[in-house]
């Protein structure tokens, strides 16, 4: 099934045009850490530095989908590429103080290209309906494998060679990716979707709304998990586990991604997502007694199974129940509620490890993936009707 969709004109050349974008998105977040580590000697200035830029680029996500739903691919790339690169090499070359990295971070996330919002609605120009599931596999794939490798990469950048170094990796990744993307036919001749008359807007949508709800709970949840899961390893003096086990999860999410393409094509949309879903639940309820180790990392390999199943069903629910002429700007606001959510969680997490230990922290996130899950089983028959049925070869 992969392969035939590898053979289809134009899948290769989409397909390895969104690499190098996605490499760079998964290296940044620890270069720039470490980049800042290291010219200001502050573990705060760096954790400054990483949200402004992880902040700024979630609340201003669906802007850059609007802008694309608007006004197509290429125009807002060609000023949102460049403009990031800049940034990026801005902050290696010239940051010399948390002020000057914080800002230069900040841009960073105001420019961050929409590489993944914009690869996602090709491959449905490309395969057409009947084969979207499988591409939609394809493509979660390709995005956990970046995050599998980014982070190394960005981490070894930093620590073996230097910070501006990594910085300058990661901008020359972005204009690579980016500018392989804006060259290519698909992208350049996709034409935004028009609006139907009479269909809701965005947020007068239900089933919209529904899924915000929960786009808070699963941000709520990931931030806490991403805090919780080192912050374990640190304070268990087995810092090296973290990698590995957030590297585990992220290489489950890939096997679980080619199992929801390949094997699971005759669930329908809503109920795959709700499945996987309370599978990642009921597997995350443990976690706040787990001890870093390989353990740990075999634990997060499993929970990274049900998470890489249900990226897949999630992008065809939000294509099947949102508006017309939103084929861009849907999943930029999702993202953008779940990332602000995220960095709540995020800042709940560091504080409840401080004062209450990891395993609090944790505890929360099995509950907050099953109240996910309930949320969505709610609305099967009202809001998320559209994805609620047998939808085969897709």
């Known amino acids: 099934d992969y392969l035939a969709i590898l053979r289809i004109p134009g899948a290769w050349t989409l397909t390895l045009s969104s690499i190098p974008g996605r490499l760079a998105y998964g290296m940044s977040s620890l270069a720039v850490f470490f980049h800042v580590q290291q010219i200001t000697n502050s573990l705060t200035s760096a954790g400054f530095a990483v949200g402004a830029y992880s902040g700024l680029s979630a609340t201003t996500a669906a802007i850059r989908g609007h802008a694309i739903d608007r006004f197509g691919q290429t125009k807002p790339l060609a000023v949102l590429v460049p403009s990031f690169v800049f940034a990026t090499i801005a902050l290696g070359a010239f940051a010399h103080d948390t002020r000057t990295a914080v800002i230069y971070a900040g841009l960073m996330g105001i420019t961050a290209p929409p590489i993944n919002l914009s690869v996602r609605p090709l491959w449905k120009m490309l395969v057409g309906k009947d084969r979207l599931r499988t591409a939609n596999a394809l493509d979660s794939v390709l995005l956990n494998g970046t995050s599998l490798f980014g982070p190394v990469i960005g981490t070894w950048a930093a620590l073996q060679l230097s910070g501006p170094i990594a910085m300058y990796i990661t901008a020359s990744l972005m204009l690579l990716g980016g500018g392989l993307l804006m060259a290519s036919k698909i992208s350049r001749t996709w034409i935004p979707e028009p609006k139907e008359p009479g269909d809701h807007s965005l947020w007068t949508s239900p089933a919209m709304r529904l899924m915000a709800i929960d786009a808070v709970l699963i941000g709520l949840a990931f931030g806490l998990f991403d805090v919780g899961i080192p912050a374990a390893a640190t304070l268990a003096d087995l810092a090296i586990w973290a990698a590995p086990s957030l590297a585990a999860l992220s290489l489950g999410g890939l096997f679980g991604g080619l199992y929801a393409g390949s094997r699971m094509k005759h ?12 599978s990642f639940g009921f597997l995350a309820l443990p976690l706040f007694l787990i001890q870093p180790g390989l353990i740990t990392a075999i634990l997060l390999f499993f929970l990274g199974l049900p998470i890489g199943v249900s990226q897949v069903f999630y992008l ?10 939103t084929a861009v700007a849907a999943l930029g606001s999702m993202w953008f509620i779940e990332g602000s959510a995220m960095a709540a969680g995020n800042s709940a997490a560091g504080f409840v490890a401080d004062t209450y230990g990891p395993g609090a922290a944790l505890i929360a996130v099995g509950f907050l993936i099953l109240a996910s899950a309930a949320v969505l089983h709610s609305a099967l028959h009202g809001p998320l009707k559209a994805a609620h049925k047998q939808i085969a070869n897709v």
Request: glycine content about 14%; hydrophobic content about 40%.
């Open 267 to 278: 669930f329908g949309p809503a109920k795959g997502l709700i499945l996987s879903q309370y």
């Open 316 to 325: 065809e629910v939000v294509e099947l129940v949102r508006p017309s002429g």
